[in-house]
């Protein structure tokens, strides 16, 4: 008689990121290629946690531009101060969104989407991009995500 078996992380969230870091270290040492490193990073992050959305979008001609991701099909181009993205641009800070659907002028690359995480990336001062972490869970993010996520972010020597 065959049984079901569930796989559970025993891990806590802590301890993933904990394991993750050294490895996205170990992938970005000595690659200088910045659209190489963000798409690893999109890579790890989405195998390690499963989340729905993970890319970057890098500052263009006043705008967010879509860069490397994991996850289904995305907007392209967002203004500043628009949806989480522009938001955390503007205001160069990391934007927790519990649920997608209470944030004033929240932008639905897609339906599932129900809550985020956007960290800036900083260039000489300046936000230079943006992380963008959605999940298809509510209420999936909280601190510990934005102390680890703002972590690997630094990784990147824009």
């Not at 796989?7 to 992938?27: C, F, G, M, N």
């Not at 989340?51 to 531009?65: A, D, M, R, T």
């Not at 994991?70 to 938001?87: D, L, M, N």
Request: charged residues 20%; aromatic residues 8%; hydrophobic residues 45%.
């Amino acid at each position: 008689m065959a049984e079901d078996l569930t796989i559970v992380r025993s891990e806590s969230k802590t301890e993933q990121y904990q394991s993750l870091i050294p490895q996205i270290e170990a992938l970005l040492s000595g690659e200088t290629d910045q659209v190489a490193n963000m798409a690893n990073i999109c890579a790890a992050l989405k195998e390690q946690f499963g989340w729905f959305w993970v890319g970057f979008y890098l500052v263009k001609e006043g705008q967010l531009v879509l860069g490397p991701f994991q996850g289904p099909v995305a907007c392209t181009r967002i203004a500043k101060g628009k949806g989480v993205c522009g938001t955390a641009w503007a205001e160069a800070k990391t934007i927790v969104v519990p649920d997608v659907d209470a944030f004033p002028g929240h932008i639905a690359c897609s339906s599932l989407s129900r809550s985020e995480i956007v960290l800036p990336v900083f260039s000489k001062g300046e936000v230079a991009g943006v992380l963008d972490v959605d999940s298809a869970e509510l209420d999936q993010f909280d601190e510990t995500d934005a102390l680890y996520l703002g972590q690997i972010v630094k990784l990147l020597n824009f």
